[in-house]
Protein backbone atom coordinates (compact mmCIF):
# COMPACT_ATOMS: atom_id res chain seq x y z
CA UNK A 1 0.00 0.00 0.00
CA UNK A 2 2.75 2.11 1.00
CA UNK A 3 4.53 1.79 -2.10
CA UNK A 4 1.59 3.18 -4.94
CA UNK A 5 1.99 6.51 -4.11
CA UNK A 6 5.42 7.14 -4.78
CA UNK A 7 5.04 4.43 -8.22
CA UNK A 8 1.82 7.28 -8.67
CA UNK A 9 4.27 10.00 -8.79
CA UNK A 10 7.18 8.42 -10.60
CA UNK A 11 4.91 7.16 -13.41
CA UNK A 12 3.32 10.89 -13.67
CA UNK A 13 6.58 12.38 -13.93
CA UNK A 14 7.36 10.17 -16.76
CA UNK A 15 4.63 10.95 -18.64
CA UNK A 16 5.17 14.53 -18.05
CA UNK A 17 8.85 13.90 -19.63
CA UNK A 18 6.98 11.92 -22.68
CA UNK A 19 4.65 14.50 -22.97
CA UNK A 20 7.43 17.28 -22.88
CA UNK A 21 9.76 15.54 -25.36
CA UNK A 22 6.56 15.15 -27.84
CA UNK A 23 5.60 18.71 -27.95
CA UNK A 24 9.09 19.90 -28.13
CA UNK A 25 9.68 17.39 -31.42
CA UNK A 26 6.27 18.49 -32.95
CA UNK A 27 6.96 21.81 -32.51
CA UNK A 28 10.71 21.55 -33.66
CA UNK A 29 9.71 19.13 -36.68
CA UNK A 30 6.97 22.06 -37.37
CA UNK A 31 8.87 24.61 -37.25
CA UNK A 32 11.93 23.07 -39.37
CA UNK A 33 8.62 21.96 -41.78
CA UNK A 34 7.46 25.58 -42.18
CA UNK A 35 10.25 27.85 -42.20
CA UNK A 36 13.26 26.32 -42.87
CA UNK A 37 12.64 24.99 -46.32
CA UNK A 38 9.65 23.35 -48.30
CA UNK A 39 7.79 20.50 -47.40
CA UNK A 40 9.00 18.00 -50.16
CA UNK A 41 6.82 14.83 -51.09
CA UNK A 42 8.34 11.67 -48.23
CA UNK A 43 10.20 10.17 -51.82
CA UNK A 44 11.55 13.60 -52.04
CA UNK A 45 13.36 13.84 -48.46
CA UNK A 46 14.63 10.39 -48.53
CA UNK A 47 16.35 11.27 -51.96
CA UNK A 48 18.13 14.53 -51.27
CA UNK A 49 18.81 13.58 -47.66
CA UNK A 50 20.94 10.46 -48.61
CA UNK A 51 22.22 12.61 -51.68
CA UNK A 52 22.39 9.63 -53.56
CA UNK A 53 21.83 9.44 -57.19
CA UNK A 54 18.30 7.99 -58.56
CA UNK A 55 18.40 4.89 -60.96
CA UNK A 56 16.04 6.99 -63.52
CA UNK A 57 15.10 3.43 -64.82
CA UNK A 58 12.89 2.98 -61.77
CA UNK A 59 12.01 7.22 -61.29
CA UNK A 60 8.13 6.14 -60.92
CA UNK A 61 7.12 9.90 -61.47
CA UNK A 62 6.86 11.63 -64.46
CA UNK A 63 10.96 12.72 -65.92
CA UNK A 64 9.76 15.92 -66.75
CA UNK A 65 9.86 17.16 -63.28
CA UNK A 66 13.66 16.11 -63.22
CA UNK A 67 16.38 19.25 -63.99
CA UNK A 68 18.45 17.93 -67.22
CA UNK A 69 21.94 19.54 -68.03
CA UNK A 70 21.85 21.94 -70.28
CA UNK A 71 25.61 21.14 -71.75
CA UNK A 72 26.11 19.15 -75.07
CA UNK A 73 25.30 15.49 -74.45
CA UNK A 74 27.93 13.70 -73.13
CA UNK A 75 27.78 11.39 -76.28
CA UNK A 76 25.93 12.04 -79.69
CA UNK A 77 24.15 9.15 -80.45
CA UNK A 78 22.68 7.62 -83.92
CA UNK A 79 19.29 6.58 -83.55
CA UNK A 80 16.75 5.11 -85.33
CA UNK A 81 13.07 5.97 -85.53
CA UNK A 82 10.20 4.27 -86.75
CA UNK A 83 7.00 6.16 -87.71
CA UNK A 84 3.89 5.94 -89.95
CA UNK A 85 4.40 9.41 -91.76
CA UNK A 86 6.65 12.35 -91.38
CA UNK A 87 3.94 15.19 -91.46
CA UNK A 88 4.93 18.64 -92.82
CA UNK A 89 6.02 20.90 -90.12
CA UNK A 90 3.22 23.22 -89.66
CA UNK A 91 0.09 20.82 -90.04
CA UNK A 92 0.68 17.76 -87.51
CA UNK A 93 -1.41 16.56 -84.83
CA UNK A 94 -1.01 13.62 -82.45
CA UNK A 95 1.86 11.19 -82.87
CA UNK A 96 3.24 12.55 -85.81
CA UNK A 97 3.55 15.98 -83.91
CA UNK A 98 5.39 14.46 -81.39
CA UNK A 99 8.15 12.23 -83.69
CA UNK A 100 8.51 15.73 -85.36
CA UNK A 101 9.32 18.23 -82.43
CA UNK A 102 11.19 15.53 -80.73
CA UNK A 103 13.61 14.38 -83.79
CA UNK A 104 13.93 18.27 -84.59
CA UNK A 105 14.58 19.49 -81.41
CA UNK A 106 17.52 15.95 -80.93
CA UNK A 107 18.82 16.72 -84.23
CA UNK A 108 19.88 20.25 -83.16
CA UNK A 109 21.54 18.58 -80.34
CA UNK A 110 23.67 17.07 -82.51
CA UNK A 111 22.28 13.33 -82.67
CA UNK A 112 21.95 11.73 -86.02
CA UNK A 113 18.75 10.59 -86.58
CA UNK A 114 17.34 7.98 -89.81
CA UNK A 115 13.44 8.23 -90.28
CA UNK A 116 12.10 4.76 -91.73
CA UNK A 117 9.16 6.17 -92.67
CA UNK A 118 6.40 5.50 -95.86
CA UNK A 119 7.13 7.77 -98.50
CA UNK A 120 5.93 11.30 -97.54
CA UNK A 121 5.29 14.26 -99.59
CA UNK A 122 8.36 16.26 -100.89
CA UNK A 123 7.51 19.22 -99.34
CA UNK A 124 6.94 17.80 -96.04
CA UNK A 125 11.28 16.50 -96.18
CA UNK A 126 13.11 19.14 -94.31
CA UNK A 127 15.57 20.67 -96.34
CA UNK A 128 19.51 21.70 -95.59
CA UNK A 129 19.71 22.81 -91.74
CA UNK A 130 17.91 19.40 -90.83
CA UNK A 131 21.53 17.86 -92.10
CA UNK A 132 21.64 15.12 -89.12
CA UNK A 133 18.06 13.67 -90.37
CA UNK A 134 18.68 10.74 -92.78
CA UNK A 135 15.09 9.48 -94.83
CA UNK A 136 14.77 5.99 -95.28
CA UNK A 137 11.32 6.35 -97.84
CA UNK A 138 9.34 2.80 -98.09
CA UNK A 139 5.93 2.38 -99.56
CA UNK A 140 3.42 1.75 -97.30
CA UNK A 141 1.54 -1.79 -97.05
CA UNK A 142 -2.06 -2.71 -98.21
CA UNK A 143 -3.26 -2.51 -94.85
CA UNK A 144 -1.45 1.27 -94.45
CA UNK A 145 1.27 0.06 -92.02
CA UNK A 146 4.67 0.53 -93.01
CA UNK A 147 5.95 -2.73 -94.97
CA UNK A 148 7.54 -4.05 -92.04
CA UNK A 149 10.15 -6.18 -94.66
CA UNK A 150 11.16 -3.16 -96.52
CA UNK A 151 11.66 -0.89 -93.65
CA UNK A 152 13.75 -4.24 -91.73
CA UNK A 153 16.14 -4.79 -94.94
CA UNK A 154 16.55 -0.96 -94.74
CA UNK A 155 17.51 -0.47 -90.78
CA UNK A 156 19.81 -3.70 -91.20
CA UNK A 157 21.80 -2.38 -93.64
CA UNK A 158 22.53 1.18 -92.22
CA UNK A 159 23.10 -0.92 -88.84
CA UNK A 160 25.46 -2.56 -90.36
CA UNK A 161 27.51 -0.11 -91.74
CA UNK A 162 30.42 -0.30 -89.30
CA UNK A 163 28.67 2.53 -87.07
CA UNK A 164 25.52 0.24 -85.45
CA UNK A 165 22.68 2.65 -83.67
CA UNK A 166 23.13 3.11 -80.36
CA UNK A 167 19.28 3.25 -79.54
CA UNK A 168 15.78 2.75 -81.36
CA UNK A 169 12.45 4.66 -81.20
CA UNK A 170 9.32 3.31 -82.21
CA UNK A 171 6.16 5.45 -82.35
CA UNK A 172 3.65 3.10 -81.62
CA UNK A 173 3.80 -0.03 -83.45
CA UNK A 174 5.49 1.62 -86.47
CA UNK A 175 7.92 -1.40 -86.01
CA UNK A 176 5.58 -4.41 -85.18
CA UNK A 177 6.29 -6.51 -82.49
CA UNK A 178 7.30 -9.63 -84.40
CA UNK A 179 10.34 -7.89 -85.12
CA UNK A 180 10.96 -5.15 -82.03
CA UNK A 181 11.33 -8.18 -79.88
CA UNK A 182 15.32 -8.71 -81.68
CA UNK A 183 16.05 -5.19 -80.37
CA UNK A 184 16.91 -4.74 -76.54
CA UNK A 185 18.30 -1.30 -77.49
CA UNK A 186 14.57 -0.13 -78.34
CA UNK A 187 12.01 2.40 -77.00
CA UNK A 188 8.48 2.63 -77.79
CA UNK A 189 6.70 5.29 -77.18
CA UNK A 190 2.25 4.97 -76.79
CA UNK A 191 0.05 7.62 -77.78
CA UNK A 192 -3.14 5.79 -76.68
CA UNK A 193 -3.69 1.87 -75.77
CA UNK A 194 -6.83 0.21 -75.80
CA UNK A 195 -7.32 -0.10 -72.08
CA UNK A 196 -7.54 4.05 -71.81
CA UNK A 197 -9.93 3.51 -74.98
CA UNK A 198 -12.84 2.11 -72.95
CA UNK A 199 -13.47 4.93 -70.95
CA UNK A 200 -14.06 6.35 -74.90
CA UNK A 201 -16.30 3.17 -75.23
CA UNK A 202 -18.21 4.25 -72.74
CA UNK A 203 -18.69 7.33 -73.29
CA UNK A 204 -19.39 7.14 -76.91
CA UNK A 205 -22.35 4.76 -76.43
CA UNK A 206 -24.20 7.04 -73.70
CA UNK A 207 -24.09 9.69 -76.21
CA UNK A 208 -24.97 7.70 -78.80
CA UNK A 209 -28.05 8.47 -80.77
CA UNK A 210 -30.11 5.93 -82.04
CA UNK A 211 -29.56 5.70 -85.56
CA UNK A 212 -25.73 5.83 -84.81
CA UNK A 213 -23.62 2.17 -84.62
CA UNK A 214 -23.27 0.95 -81.26
CA UNK A 215 -19.69 1.42 -79.83
CA UNK A 216 -17.43 -1.95 -79.94
CA UNK A 217 -19.28 -4.59 -77.36
CA UNK A 218 -17.17 -3.87 -74.31
CA UNK A 219 -16.44 -7.90 -74.40
CA UNK A 220 -14.44 -7.13 -78.07
CA UNK A 221 -12.37 -4.01 -76.44
CA UNK A 222 -11.43 -6.68 -73.75
CA UNK A 223 -10.01 -9.31 -75.64
CA UNK A 224 -7.92 -6.39 -77.66
CA UNK A 225 -6.83 -5.27 -74.67
CA UNK A 226 -5.79 -8.44 -73.86
CA UNK A 227 -3.96 -8.82 -77.14
CA UNK A 228 -2.15 -5.79 -76.27
CA UNK A 229 -1.15 -7.63 -72.69
CA UNK A 230 0.56 -10.08 -74.40
CA UNK A 231 2.48 -8.46 -77.46
CA UNK A 232 3.61 -5.57 -75.28
CA UNK A 233 6.66 -7.53 -73.36
CA UNK A 234 8.02 -7.99 -76.96
CA UNK A 235 9.21 -4.22 -76.63
CA UNK A 236 11.87 -3.46 -74.18
CA UNK A 237 10.91 0.00 -73.21
CA UNK A 238 8.11 1.32 -72.92
CA UNK A 239 7.40 5.27 -72.60
CA UNK A 240 3.89 6.48 -70.88
CA UNK A 241 2.77 10.32 -72.68
CA UNK A 242 0.55 10.36 -69.13
CA UNK A 243 0.77 9.44 -65.64
CA UNK A 244 -2.21 7.88 -66.23
CA UNK A 245 -1.01 5.30 -69.18
CA UNK A 246 2.32 4.30 -67.01
CA UNK A 247 0.12 3.37 -64.24
CA UNK A 248 -2.01 1.28 -66.54
CA UNK A 249 1.21 -0.03 -68.28
CA UNK A 250 2.57 -1.59 -64.67
CA UNK A 251 -0.73 -2.21 -63.13
CA UNK A 252 -2.79 -3.66 -66.09
CA UNK A 253 0.14 -4.66 -69.08
CA UNK A 254 1.76 -6.11 -65.88
CA UNK A 255 5.44 -4.35 -67.22
CA UNK A 256 8.13 -4.60 -65.15
CA UNK A 257 8.61 -0.91 -63.60
CA UNK A 258 11.71 -0.61 -64.99
CA UNK A 259 10.77 -0.84 -68.19
CA UNK A 260 7.94 1.96 -68.19
CA UNK A 261 9.00 5.17 -68.83
CA UNK A 262 6.59 8.06 -67.87
CA UNK A 263 7.44 11.13 -70.20
CA UNK A 264 5.19 13.80 -70.80
CA UNK A 265 4.82 15.53 -74.04
CA UNK A 266 6.17 19.05 -74.47
CA UNK A 267 5.38 21.15 -77.38
CA UNK A 268 7.56 23.74 -79.14
CA UNK A 269 8.18 26.75 -76.32
CA UNK A 270 9.40 29.09 -79.19
CA UNK A 271 6.32 28.60 -81.06
CA UNK A 272 3.85 28.49 -78.15
CA UNK A 273 4.22 31.85 -75.87
CA UNK A 274 2.34 34.16 -73.82
CA UNK A 275 2.55 37.06 -76.02
CA UNK A 276 -0.53 39.76 -75.22
CA UNK A 277 0.44 42.39 -78.06
CA UNK A 278 -0.32 38.92 -80.38
CA UNK A 279 -3.36 38.30 -78.82
CA UNK A 280 -5.07 41.85 -79.03
CA UNK A 281 -3.58 42.14 -82.57
CA UNK A 282 -5.77 38.40 -83.41
CA UNK A 283 -9.30 40.35 -81.07
CA UNK A 284 -9.02 43.43 -83.45
CA UNK A 285 -8.19 41.62 -86.79
CA UNK A 286 -11.72 39.60 -85.35
CA UNK A 287 -13.31 42.53 -84.62
CA UNK A 288 -13.86 41.17 -81.19
CA UNK A 289 -15.56 44.60 -79.45
CA UNK A 290 -14.79 45.54 -76.30
CA UNK A 291 -18.09 44.37 -74.26
CA UNK A 292 -17.06 40.99 -74.84
CA UNK A 293 -15.37 40.34 -71.90
CA UNK A 294 -15.30 36.65 -72.18
CA UNK A 295 -13.75 35.11 -74.98
CA UNK A 296 -13.58 31.05 -75.06
CA UNK A 297 -11.36 29.11 -77.72
CA UNK A 298 -11.83 25.28 -78.82
CA UNK A 299 -9.29 23.96 -81.73
CA UNK A 300 -8.74 21.19 -83.28
CA UNK A 301 -11.07 18.60 -86.21
CA UNK A 302 -14.81 19.66 -84.95
CA UNK A 303 -16.23 16.04 -84.80
CA UNK A 304 -17.63 13.64 -82.53
CA UNK A 305 -14.93 12.17 -80.61
CA UNK A 306 -13.53 15.72 -79.72
CA UNK A 307 -17.13 16.60 -77.84
CA UNK A 308 -18.05 19.29 -80.17
CA UNK A 309 -21.93 18.04 -80.18
CA UNK A 310 -21.79 18.92 -76.45
CA UNK A 311 -19.86 22.09 -76.00
CA UNK A 312 -22.80 23.03 -78.97
CA UNK A 313 -25.62 21.91 -76.49
CA UNK A 314 -24.28 23.61 -73.73
CA UNK A 315 -23.87 27.03 -75.31
CA UNK A 316 -27.29 26.84 -77.49
CA UNK A 317 -28.61 26.75 -73.76
CA UNK A 318 -27.16 29.08 -72.15
CA UNK A 319 -27.06 31.66 -74.74
CA UNK A 320 -31.00 31.32 -74.66
CA UNK A 321 -31.40 31.04 -71.16
CA UNK A 322 -29.33 33.88 -70.24
CA UNK A 323 -29.18 37.34 -72.01
CA UNK A 324 -26.10 38.36 -70.14
CA UNK A 325 -23.87 35.53 -71.05
CA UNK A 326 -24.69 35.90 -74.36
CA UNK A 327 -23.74 39.74 -74.50
CA UNK A 328 -20.58 39.28 -73.19
CA UNK A 329 -19.02 36.18 -74.54
CA UNK A 330 -17.55 34.71 -77.63
CA UNK A 331 -16.34 31.26 -78.86
CA UNK A 332 -13.64 31.62 -81.11
CA UNK A 333 -12.97 28.26 -83.20
CA UNK A 334 -9.91 26.66 -84.74
CA UNK A 335 -10.47 24.09 -87.09
CA UNK A 336 -12.77 22.37 -89.30
CA UNK A 337 -15.03 19.46 -89.41
CA UNK A 338 -18.72 18.13 -89.78
CA UNK A 339 -19.72 19.99 -87.03
CA UNK A 340 -18.67 23.67 -88.68
CA UNK A 341 -22.14 24.19 -89.97
CA UNK A 342 -23.95 23.85 -87.13
CA UNK A 343 -21.48 26.13 -84.82
CA UNK A 344 -21.77 28.52 -87.50
CA UNK A 345 -25.95 28.67 -87.13
CA UNK A 346 -25.42 29.37 -83.36
CA UNK A 347 -24.99 33.19 -84.04
CA UNK A 348 -22.92 36.11 -84.37
CA UNK A 349 -21.32 34.37 -80.66
CA UNK A 350 -19.61 31.82 -82.96
CA UNK A 351 -16.52 32.37 -84.92
CA UNK A 352 -15.32 29.16 -86.78
CA UNK A 353 -12.06 30.41 -88.10
CA UNK A 354 -10.93 26.96 -89.99
CA UNK A 355 -7.50 25.27 -89.59
CA UNK A 356 -4.83 27.57 -88.25
CA UNK A 357 -1.34 27.27 -89.16
CA UNK A 358 1.32 27.33 -86.38
CA UNK A 359 1.64 31.49 -86.85
CA UNK A 360 -2.40 32.00 -86.37
CA UNK A 361 -2.44 29.51 -83.84
CA UNK A 362 -0.25 31.13 -81.79
CA UNK A 363 -2.37 34.37 -81.95
CA UNK A 364 -5.28 32.62 -81.72
CA UNK A 365 -3.78 31.01 -77.95
CA UNK A 366 -2.98 34.62 -76.80
CA UNK A 367 -6.35 36.35 -77.71
CA UNK A 368 -8.69 33.74 -75.94
CA UNK A 369 -9.11 34.24 -72.12
CA UNK A 370 -10.06 30.35 -71.38
CA UNK A 371 -9.41 26.94 -73.66
CA UNK A 372 -12.22 24.87 -73.49
CA UNK A 373 -11.66 21.33 -74.70
CA UNK A 374 -14.77 18.86 -73.99
CA UNK A 375 -12.74 15.47 -75.84
CA UNK A 376 -14.30 12.33 -75.28
CA UNK A 377 -11.54 10.54 -76.48
CA UNK A 378 -9.42 9.28 -73.40
CA UNK A 379 -6.60 7.70 -75.23
CA UNK A 380 -3.35 9.73 -75.43
CA UNK A 381 -2.90 13.36 -74.55
CA UNK A 382 -3.92 16.43 -76.89
CA UNK A 383 -1.24 18.90 -77.76
CA UNK A 384 -4.00 22.03 -77.52
CA UNK A 385 -4.06 21.43 -73.86
CA UNK A 386 -0.26 21.55 -73.72
CA UNK A 387 0.07 24.59 -76.40
CA UNK A 388 -2.72 26.34 -74.36
CA UNK A 389 -1.24 26.12 -71.02
CA UNK A 390 2.33 27.46 -72.85
CA UNK A 391 0.72 30.33 -74.16
CA UNK A 392 -0.27 31.34 -70.51
CA UNK A 393 -4.57 30.01 -70.30
CA UNK A 394 -6.30 28.80 -67.78
CA UNK A 395 -7.67 25.53 -69.20
CA UNK A 396 -11.51 23.64 -69.26
CA UNK A 397 -11.21 20.34 -70.20
CA UNK A 398 -13.50 16.95 -69.55
CA UNK A 399 -12.26 15.06 -66.73
CA UNK A 400 -10.20 12.33 -67.93
CA UNK A 401 -7.60 10.57 -66.39
CA UNK A 402 -4.70 11.35 -68.26
CA UNK A 403 -5.92 14.89 -68.02
CA UNK A 404 -6.24 15.40 -64.20
CA UNK A 405 -3.14 13.31 -64.02
CA UNK A 406 -0.98 15.24 -65.93
CA UNK A 407 -2.32 18.59 -66.87
CA UNK A 408 -4.90 20.09 -64.77
CA UNK A 409 -3.95 18.80 -61.75
CA UNK A 410 -5.85 21.30 -59.86
CA UNK A 411 -7.82 24.12 -59.85
CA UNK A 412 -5.20 26.29 -59.47
CA UNK A 413 -4.63 25.41 -63.57
CA UNK A 414 -7.92 25.78 -64.60
CA UNK A 415 -11.13 23.36 -64.44
CA UNK A 416 -12.33 20.26 -65.06
CA UNK A 417 -16.17 18.72 -66.00
CA UNK A 418 -18.09 15.81 -66.39
CA UNK A 419 -18.85 15.42 -69.60
CA UNK A 420 -22.62 16.02 -69.28
CA UNK A 421 -24.43 18.92 -70.65
CA UNK A 422 -25.73 20.15 -67.03
CA UNK A 423 -21.97 19.18 -65.56
CA UNK A 424 -20.16 21.67 -68.64
CA UNK A 425 -22.65 24.29 -68.31
CA UNK A 426 -21.76 24.41 -64.51
CA UNK A 427 -17.82 25.02 -65.29
CA UNK A 428 -18.70 27.72 -68.41
CA UNK A 429 -21.12 29.98 -65.51
CA UNK A 430 -18.52 29.05 -63.08
CA UNK A 431 -15.76 30.64 -65.18
CA UNK A 432 -17.57 32.97 -66.54
CA UNK A 433 -18.41 34.27 -62.74
CA UNK A 434 -15.24 33.79 -61.84
CA UNK A 435 -13.98 36.82 -63.74
CA UNK A 436 -10.17 38.17 -65.39
CA UNK A 437 -8.41 38.02 -62.36
CA UNK A 438 -9.15 34.73 -61.15
CA UNK A 439 -8.54 33.44 -65.48
CA UNK A 440 -4.70 35.45 -65.18
CA UNK A 441 -4.16 33.62 -61.81
CA UNK A 442 -4.72 30.57 -63.49
CA UNK A 443 -3.60 31.20 -66.81
CA UNK A 444 0.25 32.35 -64.77
CA UNK A 445 -0.15 29.27 -62.43
CA UNK A 446 -0.20 27.03 -65.58
CA UNK A 447 2.31 28.67 -67.53
CA UNK A 448 4.85 28.38 -64.75
CA UNK A 449 3.82 24.61 -64.51
CA UNK A 450 4.01 23.91 -68.42
CA UNK A 451 7.35 26.22 -68.87
CA UNK A 452 8.64 23.32 -66.01
CA UNK A 453 7.29 20.53 -67.82
CA UNK A 454 5.83 20.76 -71.15
CA UNK A 455 8.39 22.14 -73.68
CA UNK A 456 10.37 20.62 -76.19
CA UNK A 457 13.12 21.37 -74.51
CA UNK A 458 12.32 18.95 -71.27
CA UNK A 459 10.91 16.56 -73.51
CA UNK A 460 13.67 16.10 -75.97
CA UNK A 461 15.91 16.38 -72.63
CA UNK A 462 14.08 13.58 -71.03
CA UNK A 463 13.97 11.49 -74.06
CA UNK A 464 18.12 11.67 -74.30
CA UNK A 465 18.19 10.53 -71.47
CA UNK A 466 16.38 7.69 -71.49
CA UNK A 467 18.15 7.02 -75.42
CA UNK A 468 21.60 7.05 -73.41
CA UNK A 469 20.63 5.06 -70.64
CA UNK A 470 19.76 2.54 -72.70
CA UNK A 471 22.42 2.93 -75.30
CA UNK A 472 24.83 2.66 -71.93
CA UNK A 473 23.91 1.83 -69.00
CA UNK A 474 26.47 4.25 -67.19
CA UNK A 475 24.00 7.09 -68.11
CA UNK A 476 21.29 5.51 -65.99
CA UNK A 477 21.77 7.16 -62.76
CA UNK A 478 20.88 11.05 -62.43
CA UNK A 479 22.50 13.31 -59.53
CA UNK A 480 20.35 16.59 -59.59
CA UNK A 481 16.75 15.34 -59.50
CA UNK A 482 14.09 17.83 -59.21
CA UNK A 483 12.94 21.36 -61.00
CA UNK A 484 14.25 24.48 -58.91
CA UNK A 485 13.55 24.38 -55.30
CA UNK A 486 12.89 20.55 -55.17
CA UNK A 487 9.28 21.65 -55.85
CA UNK A 488 7.37 19.36 -57.09
CA UNK A 489 4.11 20.09 -58.82
C1 LIG B 1 6.87 2.71 -104.38
O1 LIG B 1 6.07 2.18 -105.40
C2 LIG B 1 6.26 2.82 -106.66
C3 LIG B 1 5.29 2.25 -107.69
O2 LIG B 1 4.58 1.16 -107.21
C4 LIG B 1 7.68 2.60 -107.12
O3 LIG B 1 7.90 3.24 -108.37
C5 LIG B 1 8.61 3.17 -106.09
O4 LIG B 1 9.95 2.91 -106.45
C6 LIG B 1 8.35 2.61 -104.72
N1 LIG B 1 9.15 3.33 -103.75
C7 LIG B 1 9.90 2.74 -102.83
C8 LIG B 1 10.66 3.63 -101.93
O5 LIG B 1 9.98 1.52 -102.74
C1 LIG C 1 23.10 -3.80 -85.13
O1 LIG C 1 24.47 -4.02 -85.28
C2 LIG C 1 25.15 -4.38 -84.08
C3 LIG C 1 26.64 -4.45 -84.38
O2 LIG C 1 26.91 -5.32 -85.42
C4 LIG C 1 24.60 -5.71 -83.56
O3 LIG C 1 25.25 -6.05 -82.36
C5 LIG C 1 23.10 -5.55 -83.34
O4 LIG C 1 22.56 -6.79 -82.95
C6 LIG C 1 22.42 -5.08 -84.61
N1 LIG C 1 21.03 -4.81 -84.31
C7 LIG C 1 20.03 -5.52 -84.84
C8 LIG C 1 18.67 -5.23 -84.31
O5 LIG C 1 20.18 -6.34 -85.69
C1 LIG D 1 -27.13 34.88 -65.86
O1 LIG D 1 -26.34 34.16 -64.95
C2 LIG D 1 -25.84 34.92 -63.89
C3 LIG D 1 -24.92 34.05 -63.09
O2 LIG D 1 -25.52 32.85 -62.73
C4 LIG D 1 -26.98 35.47 -63.07
O3 LIG D 1 -26.48 36.29 -62.03
C5 LIG D 1 -27.90 36.30 -63.95
O4 LIG D 1 -29.02 36.72 -63.23
C6 LIG D 1 -28.32 35.48 -65.16
N1 LIG D 1 -29.04 36.34 -66.06
C7 LIG D 1 -30.15 35.97 -66.68
C8 LIG D 1 -30.74 36.99 -67.63
O5 LIG D 1 -30.67 34.88 -66.52
Redesign the pocket.
Known amino acids: MAKTPTRNISSFRSLCKVFFISVLSFMSAFYWCQYSRPCYSHYQIEKEENNQPINLLTFPSAWNHLTFSSNPPPKLLKIALFVKKWPHRSHAGGLERHALTLHYALAKRGHETHIFTASASKSSLPVVPDRNLYFHLSNASAAGYLDQVSIWKQ??TE??TGR??DV?HTESVALRHRLSR??KNLAVSWHGIEYETIHSDILREIFRTPEEEPAKPLSERAMRVAEEVKFFPSYAHHVATSDHAGDILKRIYMIPEERVHIILNGVDEAVFKHEVSKGEEFRRKLDIPDSKSLVLGMAGRLVRDKGYPLMFEALTQMFKENATFRETSVVLVAGDGPWAARYRNLGGNVRVLGPLDQTQLKMFYNAIDIFVNPTLRAQGLDHTLLEATLSGKPLMATRLASITGSVIVGTKIGYTFSPTVTSLKGALYRAWIDGREVWEQKGHAALQRGLMLFTANKMASAYERLFLCISNNIYCQHQTPFNSNGIKF
Open positions: FQNSPFVYV
